[in-house]
């Protein structure tokens, strides 16, 4: 291979420069260095088997990838991932901003005060948003989320075994990683029948449900997973019923026109946060929300940055209350999480100050009123809304043809009860003629 | 609105009932573009980062990120990519999820890899439970403790908890190995896993790997690799050939994808095939060329992220891989491991290396702790000094093993020049410890705040 000026591996060094550094520090050979490595162990054939790739070659071979995604025609798949308006602004001033991604946890704080205080005006907008008093700098995405909110509420009782109960509307990957978080530890997770009619879920319902010890958690997601929204409110004074802690699953441009979850009186809110303007990426550029009210403030899971004092008397921020952490407390702390989702939450924070208030109803408005032009022209020949509860965004039809092929979300894997039917989501993105399109498509199903 | 967007109205949310509505305000202190992008721009120059300065933060592989993974990143198909868009649909992404997990299993000596967790910490805990379901199969359900070396990671203890599983710590011995007489007294019918990084956190090789994979092996547990200090040995030494049945690796580390200022990063986990059908579902398959997902049965121990894990991370992962090859991977461990030889012994000198005898690996750990009885100066004192030199500091205070340490990982991706300005910057401080202290105890005084009060922080939480 030709020498170039990254070096094999990104190592500068050449074999000269490696040789002599070796005979400064004793050794022979460069490799001595692995003399304490039982030799049996050394690996026989190189693993890969094959030669590295020039950038020119990755470049080429990551062009002909990503050309294999489907993108000729609009989307209408949502379920907990929105295909929102990317602003540019954001791309630039964050997630491309070396200074901001090729660092580590900001450990040191004199050294870390852009990301601290990027963090710390994220926790700002997430407590404005959510109306709750403490935000944490993130977590990895909504379903772990979810699941970190019930073990913190499980922590904060007295209880060392109970029940969770959660309603069937809530995402359902959510509710299957949450059984996953929840299978080794003394709480059972008791699933709520949506309204098969509203498909909301009803207060009574969570108030009848029985269990064999204490309820710990009741969670409930609004919008549900169905779109549809939901009587928080009623959900909570349940819950209240119950002596349980309410968890509100939220999706955070829905609150600039929804009740706020502390206006509902959930304890934790939670949420995926990718809807706050992060590219897509198939999923995998999620942000973990979660906010609590001040009484879980010591334990909450993850990282947290306060503001503070530098020893000259100026306003400076760093990571605080660490004695929750593992680092710290090792098996005993409040959760396992070290590395978090810090540029996915700056980012996050930026989007809600570049939009504010009026920008986030803006993105509910428009996607609704896209849901609106749907369901005017849906004919019933061809389709119908699948339940009688309001939407806010999304929409789940019955259809007399299958759909698979258009680019709606069947939810029969989902909801066996659900055969017929299709999660349709809008977005602030899609135009008047997308809604149009996606009509006629239907109507040809 | 500003434009953003093509903005229309709907009378369903003009309408919204009272209970449904939104009461309370909302004040989220905007900023026009143009103020917001300079806030931030001035925001992320006020860190330091791998793409500014020497990184040598232990245990957090801090190498350069090559830019190539950035560019790739950038394609439309991978951004733009809906995580519920049939398989048919997005088979370049499906496929750099293939033949990354290929890849991982090939560089680890494992036989399925489990590409979901998001994080190292989130993978361990994938694992343990994978172990759990193990063992709870095949009727051993006792098996509830989880043995893990004094100086291990915190997130190994912290892990176990949260899969309610027992932590009983095994001692090192004077050098800076695992104990193996303490590890057999701590075997039994109830063990379920050793959790072990090798080399280890003091950047030491467990030259005793066969005999403590054999007395794991022989009481019925499994072996965990923690995969954060694989950069030590990638393309030489497989944890699946040293007897580890399972493992995560942290692509934030050897992997070379950014950290993100702390995350996004991704922990995928490997496993022998004996533990492969517990793992997470769906999974990915391959026939006759074409990707797609297949459910897992009730063997798994289900889902673990709520999409297919962080994509865009997994994604620079392949490019990296594709960029090294073979000789590239060994070229990454031969070079860390020499630097970080190269710059032990150029510390030692200055500051004792406790366990430093013999050849380190990818990090060692230096002690402050002469100095500090000596001078009053401390390892925190040290690294705050180093930040005012435009340098990161060392991981202070970890591995517990070591009194005021101080752990050095200068990656394979720095110079021989930049090693030998550290070096000289650590003699200067050294003498500064004993001619000004005071400046130490003072330090940094040219980043921008000064010594931050992170007690006053903890005492009188301001968090919003
Ligand atoms: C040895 C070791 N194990 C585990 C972890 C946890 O990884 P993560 O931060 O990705 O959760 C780290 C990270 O610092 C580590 O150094």
Redesign the interface.
Known sequence: ?IPTS????????SDA??DA??R????AR?????????KH???AQ????????S?D???R???????????DRP?F?G???Y?R???P?LV???L????????????????????L????EY???I???T?LD??N??L?????ALAEAV?CLYGASEHTRGAVLVSAAV?P??R??L???L???SLDLIEIPYCAEGGNTLPDAVRRARSNGPVIAVVAQNPNFFGV?E?M??IASAAKDHEAGMVYVFEPTS??????P??TGADIAVA?GQSLGL????????LGVFAAREKF?RRLPG??????????G?????L????R?????????T??????????A?YAG?Y???????????????S?????QFLDGLLPDFAAPRFSS?S?FEVVIRSKRPL?HL?V?PLRSYYPDLQDAYLVSFT??R?TADVMGLLSEISRA | MSGLFHCASSPRVERLSEGLARRAPLDLSVLPENDLVRHHVNLSRKNLCVDSSFYPLGSCTMKYSPKAGEAVAAERGFSSAHPWQKPEEVQGVLHVLGELSRDLAALTGMDAMCLYPAAGAHGELCALKTARQYFRLKNDPNRTEVLVPENAHGTNPASAAMAKLQVVVVRMNNRGRVDVEDLRKKLSARTAVLMLTNPNTLGLFETEIDTVAKLVHDAGGLLYYDGANLNAILGRVRPGDMGFDMIHVNLHKTFSIPHGGGGPGAGPIGVKAHLAPFLPGPFLVQESNRWSWTEADSRSIGRFHGAHGNFLNLLKAWVYLHLLGDEGARRVSLAAVLNANYLQEKIKPLLPVPYGAGRCMHEFVASALPLKDETGVSAMDIAKRILDEGMYAPTVYFPLLVKEALMVEPTETERRETLDRFVALMRTIVEEARTHPERLHDAPVRTPVGRVDEVRAARNPVLK
């Open positions: 291979m990254s070096g094999v591996g990104f190592v500068p060094h420069q490696l550094m070796a400064d520090i004793g050794l460069p490799e001595d260095v692995f003399s304490e490595i039982p162990l050394m690996a190189p693993p890969l088997g094959r030669a590295g790739l950038q070659d990755i470049l071979l990551g062009m002909k990838a990503a050309a294999r995604t489907r993108h989307i798949l379920g907990g991932f295909d308006f990317v602003p602004a630039e001033a964050i491309r901003r070396t200074d901001y991604y090729s660092a580590y946890t900001p450990y040191q704080p004199e050294a870390s005060q852009g990301l205080q990027g963090l710390f926790q700002r907008g407590c404005a948003l109306g403490v935000s700098a993130s990895y995405d909504g379903a772990t073990l995402h990957h959510y299957a990683v059984r996953t978080y299978s080794d530890i929204m009587d409110r009623g609150l600039s026109v929804l009740a706020s502390e206006e995926e590219p897509l990426y198939y999923g995998g550029l999620a403030l990282r947290i940055v306060g503001k503070t004092l530098d020893n000259q100026r306003e400076a921020y760093c605080t209350l660490q004695t952490e593992q680092h710290i407390r090792r098996e005993k702390a959760s396992n999480i070290c590395t978090n989702h810090t540029l996915c700056i930026a809600l100050r570049l939009l504010g208030a009026d920008g986030l109803r803006s993105v509910v408005e428009t609704a009123a896209r849901m609106d309001p806010l698979d680019p979300l602030e993105r135009t």
